[in-house]
């Protein structure tokens, strides 16, 4: 029987049917559901690692030991991972080791749109690429099989539209893998100098063995067809490809990726007249096609940039402009990005946007969202935990050069887990003076709600210690440190204004659970769940449109400031910056 699942429900069947028993993740779209389901498999342990360092690392250990293990990934992550990434693709494996690097073309929910297939050739490892969740199965159990015989760390490269597209799934039955021994070796897993110069030769030798193998292995295959018109493509780009031009022409469809089957690429190539090459995003098999001196068209025509779909492939290499559907976009409500009624960021940053003189060194989070209109509270926003350490740097630019302005750093709870940590411990030992506010919200908001080190709960649902984030702040050398009610405009102000006077480093933790967050015992226990909506005295208002300011999206205006009481989850930041107090409590 066959199912219909994502690339992503898909990968984490084949990590189950692979034997896998050890799975780390931080979440990250595209790739968080892999995680949320291999949590689903009781063969599986799984876990929300702090960073994807960590996950990489927490995955290594397990392979290490003997156990087949994976790590998932956004393409930014690998980053964030690479450092273990590197070094453990010169030791090779004890059990099988697959991390899946979730690439984002088109950047639907990320800060660039890096192709990671380049990470694969950098740091010398194997590299898969499925063009759809069959696919995506069948490699995870393939990945662990070629990480075992060749001894080498293998990646599997998805991108969006395979995260996220259904296609049917044969199943079939998990492999009781049974763990390696685990035996002490020195020599390959202690990564000293002495020992690397010898592990990167036998690297070498690895990598030339890929080579052959990703030659004659099915993975990479050819499809005859007319051989006027050849095409090398690989991950969904093949299926874009053959949308397009159907059986017409002769496809060389690559599956493994890394080491190229360059061999088997110059023999599809001398058989075709005009070859050309259809990849997402970098020219990153155009380039070594073209380096092994391959003749080929490719980026003269398909896109650098954004992401593919066969409108864009029949246009740039056929000419045809394809017949749309026409959309009347006027009628469509318009609807910008905005946090949502009730979010508790939104006292903070309606706060932050009155102070004169300040920069607001942002993060990766929904609460990016401060820095659009109307609110146009932050300045920066680089990579997850950046605004920690990035505004110290400015702190310590404008004081060394005598200019007067103050930094915040802004950063939610589990980027302050992630790396925002590392960024304070470098403003308290370097004696830094920038303010910090860490928005602890109980849950890792922008992802979709997964369970972080403070929320009390792991990926599989038990409980779990919260981390005390004042008292980790405090340890790590932080003396000023305030913790406060973001709902409460006036508190927040006056808190805000005391660590920006003073000339020592400040800690401001605003604490209250996510608007969209089911409410767990404890934050009932702590937060109560009783919430008084707010409404218009329409006598009173005066129409001044302050409270539009605050940017909450249950407030519109007619003739005077209207909030809908389907969208209002009683915060009552808007009562509060009405001046003229025509915004009253109008019940549960």
């Not at 007619?558 to 989850?569: F, L, P, Q, R, W």
Request: proline residues 4%; glycine residues 8%; hydrophobic residues 40%.
């Amino acid at each position: 029987m066959k199912h219909l699942l994502t690339g992503n429900e898909a990968i984490a069947r084949g990590a189950y049917e692979a034997g896998v028993t050890v799975a780390a993740a931080y979440p990250g779209t595209p790739s968080t559901e892999i995680l949320e389901n291999t949590a689903k498999y009781k063969e599986i342990y799984s876990e929300w690692s702090p960073n994807e360092k960590v996950a990489m690392e927490v995955a290594i250990g397990a392979s290490i030991a003997g156990a087949r293990s994976m790590a998932a990934m956004k393409h930014v992550g690998v980053n964030v991972a690479a450092d273990p990434l590197f070094t453990y693709a010169y030791t090779g494996v004890n059990g099988g080791f697959v991390f899946i690097s979730a690439d984002d073309p088109g950047m639907h929910s990320s800060q660039n749109e890096q192709d990671n297939r380049y990470f694969a050739k950098m740091s010398k490892i194997a590299m898969l690429e499925p063009s759809d969740s069959q696919e995506a199965k069948d490699f995870m159990i393939e990945g662990f099989r070629i990480s075992e015989e060749f001894d080498v760390v293998v990646m599997l490269r998805l991108t969006t539209r395979i995260c996220h597209s259904k296609t049917l799934v044969e199943f079939g039955e998990r492999e009781e893998f049974k763990m390696k021994e685990y035996k002490k070796n020195i020599p390959k897993f202690v990564a000293t100098p002495v020992n690397a110069r010898g592990l990167h030769v036998k690297l070498e030798d690895k990598l030339k063995k890929l080579e052959e193998f990703s030659n004659n292995t099915p993975l990479n295959k050819i499809e005859w067809g007319n051989k006027k018109i050849g095409i090398v493509t690989s991950g969904v780009s093949y299926q874009y490809a053959k949308e397009v031009f159907g059986e017409d022409v002769s496809y060389f469809k690559v599956g493994f990726s890394h080491p190229l089957p360059m061999k088997k690429i110059k023999e599809f190539a001398s058989q075709v007249e005009t070859l050309y090459v259809i990849e997402e995003l970098e020219p990153y098999m155009e380039e070594q096609m073209k380096a092994a001196g391959i003749n080929c068209i490719g980026k003269e025509k398909i896109p650098l940039i954004g992401e593919l779909n066969p409108d864009i492939i029949a246009k740039a290499m056929k000419g045809e402009e394809r017949e749309l559907l026409d959309v009347d976009i006027s009628l469509a409500a318009p609807r910008p990005p905005i946090m949502c009624a009730g979010c508790p960021h939104r006292g903070i940053f309606y706060v932050l946007s009155r102070k004169k003189n300040v920069m607001v060194s942002g993060d990766i989070g929904c609460y990016t969202l401060g820095s659009v209109e109307p609110l146009y509270a932050m300045d920066t926003c680089i990579c997850m935990g950046s605004s920690v350490s990035a505004g110290h740097g400015a702190q310590v630019a404008f004081d060394f050069n005598n200019i007067k302005k103050k930094v915040v750093g802004v950063i939610g709870d589990s980027t302050f887990f992630h790396s925002g940590i590392t960024g304070l411990l470098d403003i308290v030992y370097n004696r830094g003076n920038a303010l910090t506010i860490i928005l602890d919200n109980r849950i890792t908001g922008m992802t979709g709600h997964q369970e972080n080190p403070g929320s009390g709960y792991t990926l599989m649902g038990d409980k779990a210690p919260i981390i005390n984030i004042p008292k980790l702040v405090e340890a790590c050398g932080i003396k000023n440190i305030k913790v406060i009610n973001p709902l409460n405009i006036k508190d927040t102000e006056k808190i805000v204004d005391e660590a920006l006077s003073s000339d020592e480093a400040s800690v401001i933790i605003t604490k209250w659970p996510c608007v969209l967050k089911k409410f767990t015992e404890e934050d009932i226990e702590e937060f109560g769940n009783e919430r008084v909506l707010c409404k218009v005295n329409e006598e009173t208002c005066k129409t001044c449109r302050i409270c539009g300011k605050v940017g909450c999206p249950a407030i519109s205006f007619n003739d005077k400031a209207y909030i809908d009481e389907n969208m209002c989850v009683g915060c009552h930041v808007c009562m509060q910056v009405c001046p003229f107090e025509a915004i009253e409590k109008a019940g549960v």
